[in-house]
């Protein structure tokens, strides 16, 4: 019989060896990940983050490369902030991402999301998708609005000229928060919604108080369970649940009096396309669209629509008020285009290269969006090597794209001309300028967003030369970005009409 004797030293190797594979492989999975600046525990890098989240992240984008991860609370967060690394996600890795993740607060508000927007992959959004691609935002629908845009567009200019007669001041930020208000009301909710009762009765109360509450605890979002609880110890919960029944009390009222409505084909607002397509639904046996869903979508809508287009006219006249040279040469085109036709309509401003040329800087400096929504990988990829998992949240910085001196020459100047004879247009399939996104999950509504706000801007342009208030110059217009979702501009722009003739 043969004794081994082991020797004492030699479990010490094993020992030492099994380590030194765990830390390669540590060390290899670290290097497999996307870097970022290192975080502390439990919090992670929430304290990094400024309360303009979009300028924070371009920051550390300019630190540690175009593909960056965070940790926030529990969330692992990818960041991707040049046009290459955004094609990679939106074109080709679209498929692995374009889920969107649970948040709280959308869940809540969006009737725990049934919605388009907040809906994560599936048969579901799949099928609502179809249903806004192709009925409720189609061309043709777009088309069939014409003119409640039309109206509400002269029903603006004559307030304004109103103005311009005593020479008072005009706030655009809030006149043209209630042109799109009123424009996207009569679309969605037709007659059946009356005005007062929209803004002074409650509506666009209640969705303002919504919003805010959610702002208020969006990091329960990061912190699930402790942001649930704070909500419940400080009222916020409660809060939020009064508004949001308020909410569906409204839909449900607007929608109940659609009963029995018969209108010819052509002429439905979104109430009348979306129960019509409920009761084949109802008849085929499937039950995809319900009448919740219908609140969802109708709400998703309203909000989606209105803040966007606002904020894009407010940053551009801002724009134009600082660039005189500008705002020459885009009035020298509109006034040349409609002569002495008195208005512009939607016609016309297909024919205004140079206003299209505008509104496209404009969305390079000022997306409205500028992390886009959130996306949420559902399987495992690689961006420029680095490995990207599941449940891993994603944000493109399209706000961070629009600045990178690589694509854009004098990025921080307002210079339309960029875009002269350029293929880039705004439509998902340029990634270095993407106000609406891009993938399977591009805004839907982008040419009724589009068509308004041209129309709007061309008839501003046309109709009235604007001054600032008196004793105030250019460099006196604040271009300062207020912290939330939308990119809003942090005060209003306060002009003075003055008539062209
Ligand atoms: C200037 C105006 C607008 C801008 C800049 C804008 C921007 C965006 C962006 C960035 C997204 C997310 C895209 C992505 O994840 O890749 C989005 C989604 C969406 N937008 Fe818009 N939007 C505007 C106007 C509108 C309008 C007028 C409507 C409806 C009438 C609308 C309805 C939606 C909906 C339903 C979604 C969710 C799509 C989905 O997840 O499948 N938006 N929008």
Redesign the pocket.
């Known amino acids: 019989m043969f004794l081994f004797i082991i020797p004492a030293w030699l479990p010490l190797l094993l020992l030492l060896s099994v380590l030194l594979v765990m830390m390669k492989k540590v060390i290899e999975s670290k290097k497999q990940h996307p870097p970022g600046p290192p975080g502390l525990p439990l919090i992670g890098n929430m304290h990094q983050l400024d309360a303009l989240v979009h300028q924070s992240l371009w920051q550390m984008s300019k630190k540690y490369g175009p593909v960056i991860r965070l940790k926030l609370g529990s969330v692992s967060l990818v960041v991707v902030s040049s046009a290459e690394t955004a094609r990679q996600i939106?074109k080709v890795h679209d498929i692995e991402t374009c889920s969107?993740p649970k948040l709280l607060a959308t869940g809540i508000f969006s009737y725990n999301y049934l919605?388009?927007?907040?809906?994560p992959f599936g048969e579901y959004?799949k099928e609502v998708?179809r249903i806004?691609v192709h009925e409720?935002?189609s061309n043709s629908r777009v088309q069939s609005f014409r003119y409640i845009r039309e109206e509400e567009v002269a029903l603006l200019v004559r307030s304004i000229s109103e103005s311009s007669a005593s020479n008072s001041p005009v706030d655009l930020t809030e006149k043209l928060f209630f042109l799109t208000s009123d424009v996207?009301r009569r679309?969605?909710f037709g007659g059946n919604f009356e005005k007062n009762k929209c803004e002074k009765g409650g509506f666009q109360r209640e969705i303002n108080e919504t919003m805010t509450i959610i702002g208020s605890f969006a990091a329960s979002d990061f912190f699930p369970y402790v942001g649930w609880i704070v909500a419940r110890l400080t009222g916020l919960k409660g809060r939020l649940q009064k508004s949001v029944q308020a909410l569906d009390a409204f839909l449900q009222e607007t929608i109940d009096k659609y009963e029995g409505h018969n209108v010819e084909e052509g002429n439905e607002d979104l109430i009348d396309v979306l129960l019509k397509i409920e009761k084949q639904h109802k008849e085929q046996g499937s039950a995809t669209l319900t009448r919740t869903h219908i609140k969802a979508?109708l709400m998703?809508?309203y909000v989606?629509?209105i803040g966007?287009?606002q904020?894009?006219m407010v940053w551009a006249l801002s724009e134009l008020m600082r660039n005189p040279r500008v705002l020459k040469k885009v009035q020298a085109e509109i006034r040349d285009v409609i002569g002495n036709k008195g208005k512009v309509n939607e016609d016309d401003v297909e024919k205004l290269e140079y206003l299209t040329m505008v509104v496209k800087e404009t969305?390079r400096l000022h997306?409205?969006?500028p992390l886009?929504?959130?996306?949420e990988v559902m399987s495992q990829f690689e961006v420029n090597g680095y490995k990207i998992y599941p449940k891993t949240r994603i944000h493109?910085n399209?706000w961070a794209i629009g600045r990178d001196p690589k694509i854009w020459k004098e990025p921080e100047e307002f210079l339309p001309e960029r875009f002269a004879g350029s293929p880039i247009d705004f439509k998902?399939q340029h990634f270095e300028l993407?106000?609406?996104?891009?993938?399977?999950?591009?805004?839907?509504?982008?040419n009724?967003?589009?068509t308004?706000?041209q129309l709007t801007l061309a008839n501003l342009l046309y109709r009235f030369d604007w001054m600032l208030p008196e004793r105030l110059s250019k460099e006196d217009i604040n271009m300062d970005e207020a912290p939330g979702i939308t990119l809003q501009k942090k005060t209003h722009l306060v002009l003075v009409p003055v008539a062209h003739v």
Request: proline letters at 9%.
């Open positions: 939106l969107r919605d388009i927007g907040f809906t959004w998708r806004s409720l935002f996207i679309v969605a979508i998703d809508v989606g629509a966007t287009s904020i894009t969305w997306p409205p969006a886009l929504a959130p996306r493109v399209v998902g993407l106000p609406f996104g891009g993938g399977r999950r591009i805004c839907p509504g982008s009724m967003a589009n308004l706000l």
